[in-house]
């Protein structure tokens, strides 16, 4: 069982935004910027693509942008391209651990 | 450019034990901390444990503290996790990555598939 609540799945059609939530509590995303999203194709190693709640490593799309309020983190995908269809994953530092989600599959229609 | 390139793919038997690498090139490898990740089918990553190579300090998840080692050798840039008897649930994919104290992992290698089975 993940530490941290994703929707299982999140669908759109090309050219929709759609929004991941990510829930955990008080103790680590409510707690801690240090909240990071990770994509990741079948097959292949997870990408980094949000940290510290917010930015973006170099390379990454403006279209993804990430943000929090209290404890819940949560990952926008603006312009929905077919090539976004990917399992997502969150993660959140706490008391010298890192948590991760369990993850989020989205499907473009 | 930041490369973090594992050794392939193991399959062993319930008991034996097993090393797996990861070399890193591109970046000051003994002044960055690396991780080793594991993921099983369908499910989450899990971090299991860190290691500054520097000075050899590492961190384990409570997890997987006493089921695995990890190690690192600067003079070769390489991270190492190893079991010492394997067991059919340690099967997984395995990733090492770099990481700034646990808070993301930045730069991530290809994978190990270790598979454990009689």
């Known amino acids: 069982q993940s530490a941290l609540t994703q929707p299982a799945s999140v669908s759109g059609s090309p050219g929709q935004s759609i929004t991941i939530s990510c829930t955990g509590t008080s103790s680590d995303v409510g707690d801690y910027n240090y909240v990071s999203w990770y994509q990741q194709y079948p097959g292949k190693a997870p990408k980094l693509m949000i940290y510290d709640v917010s930015n973006r490593p170099s390379g990454v799309s403006d279209r993804f942008s990430g943000s929090k309020s209290g404890d819940t983190a949560s990952l926008t995908i603006s312009g929905l391209q077919a090539e976004d269809e990917a399992d997502y994953y969150c993660s959140s530092y706490t008391s010298r651990r890192i948590l991760f989600g369990a993850g989020t599959r989205v499907t473009v229609l | 450019e930041v490369q973090l390139v594992q050794s392939g793919a193991e399959v062993k038997k319930p008991g034996e034990s097993l090393k797996i690498s990861c070399q890193g090139s591109?970046?000051?490898?003994?002044?960055?901390?690396i991780g080793w990740v594991r993921q099983m089918p369908g499910e989450g990553p899990e971090w299991m444990g860190i290691i500054y190579p520097g000075d050899s300090d590492t961190r384990y998840s409570p997890s997987f503290q006493g089921q695995v080692t990890i190690s690192a050798d600067k003079s070769t840039s390489t991270a190492h996790l190893q079991w010492g008897s394997l067991k059919a649930s340690d099967t997984a994919m395995y990733y090492c990555?770099?990481?700034?104290?646990?808070?993301?992992?930045?730069?991530w290698g290809q994978g190990t598939l270790v598979t454990v089975s009689s």
């Open positions: 591109g970046y000051n490898f003994a002044r960055n901390w």
């Open positions: 990555a770099t990481t700034q104290w646990l808070r993301h992992f930045q730069h």
